[in-house]
């Protein structure tokens, strides 16, 4: 595109038509400079905004999901509710003020929140109120409240991290297999759990050179160890405890109703002596038991025997004394002095049971003692 020249204006008046003339090198000057910006556009390699562009454009969402200054778009005063405000409002933000009636802040902090929609009245979101508090939201067409439900916080989380993750049980609800307890293990050694030892030998175990099958459950309090020890062929159970300073408490065996019976034992009678026989026949036997704690209890009748050192009767083993013991018994009142006559008895650490010496004759001994046995 050529820009054309006008003629040069003329006239007699040479003042008046050389103004004329400037004035039209001036447009020409400017139309010019339009012209080469014209072209500059035409020959500029650069994309343009096509049509189907300034479609998109036209076509663009224009609604507001905040204020212009970028604050939340609705505010709900404290005498209005949350529901009412943004049920029929697509996404959006919005803030409640302390005390409104629908929101699960606390009275005195302020809710900050964005909702998000599929669709007319449905509606779901997020908001944070000002106690650091959050909380998720929905809500549906046929529905004429907000539900709320807070999020949890740290805190929570925390007691999550926190919990005990160890299974008792497998997936299946069946008991979960305890971990085996290896040969040589020291039991103090293991950490807090349960677990079982079959047919192994363990060191501090409360007894020794025992490969029975055990139970074993251990727990820790604080720098304690407490352990539960259960021998399953017998249904005998200790328990002992680490103390604070790391020294270990001994083991105490728990007894039972069954440890409170006594198991008698007969102990067969020599060196003349024999079962005293009475006329109502009863039975004075010499019997022996020794109980849970270590108490033995000697009950009977002898009569005519070896007095002496030398044994009536022998002990049970284990029924021995921790020491030599004396026992004075009732004897006979036959054939000697009037009244109640009586007898020396000693039981000797090797489970000698012996009648020294009485005060009538050897016709009615009566053996009735209770003492403490040895440690075996």
């Known amino acids: 595109m050529d820009i054309k020249s006008p003629k040069v204006f003329e006239t007699s008046d040479k003042a008046h038509a050389d103004l004329f003339n400037d004035m039209v090198n ?131 989380k925390d007691k999550w991290n926190s919990g005990q993750l160890y299974k008792i049980t497998q997936d299946s609800g069946d008991r979960k297999p305890l971990p085996t307890v290896l040969n040589g293990t020291d039991i103090l050694s293991l950490p807090p759990g349960r677990y079982y030892a079959a047919g192994q030998y363990l060191t501090n175990m409360p007894t020794t050179n025992d490969s029975s099958w055990f139970n074993i459950d251990v727990e820790r309090a604080g720098t304690r160890k407490n352990f539960h020890v259960i021998r399953s062929v017998d249904n005998v159970h200790w328990f002992g405890t680490v103390h604070t300073d790391g020294s270990f408490k001994e083991w105490e065996r728990m007894l039972t109703e069954k440890d409170a019976k006594l198991n008698w034992k007969y102990p067969t009678i020599g060196n003349g ?87 009538s004759n050897t016709e009615f001994i009566v053996v009735n003692c209770m003492f403490k046995a040895k440690e075996g």
Request: aromatic share 10%; net charge negative; proline share 5%.
């Open 26 to 156: 001036v447009l020409l000057e400017n139309d010019q400079r339009l012209l080469e910006q014209l072209i500059g556009h035409i020959q500029d390699t650069k994309p343009h905004a096509s049509a189907a562009e300034k479609k998109k454009w036209n076509e663009s969402q224009l609604y507001k999901i905040t204020a212009d200054d970028g604050k939340y778009l609705i505010s709900v005063p404290a005498d209005k509710n949350i529901f009412d405000a943004i049920k029929d409002k697509g996404t959006c933000t919005f803030i409640a003020s302390p005390g409104v009636e629908d929101s699960p802040a606390p009275s005195n902090s302020y809710l900050r929140g964005i909702q998000t929609v599929g669709q007319n009245n449905i509606g779901t979101g997020f908001a944070v109120d000002t106690s650091g508090n959050a909380y998720y939201f929905y809500y549906n067409s046929n529905h004429i409240s907000i539900t709320w439900t807070q999020l949890p916080t740290s805190a929570e």
């Open 273 to 359: 002596w024999k079962t005293y026989q009475s006329e109502v026949n009863n039975d004075y036997r010499v019997r022996v038991a020794k109980d849970a704690l270590g108490t033995v209890t000697v009950k009977g009748a002898i009569a005519g025997g070896t007095l002496g050192d030398v044994p009536a009767f022998m002990l049970p083993e284990g029924c021995e004394p921790v020491a030599p013991f004396y026992n004075l018994g009732v004897a006979s009142s036959t054939g000697g002095f009037k009244g109640p006559q009586y007898s020396r008895q000693y039981i000797a650490t090797d489970g000698r049971f012996c009648i020294q010496s009485t005060s």
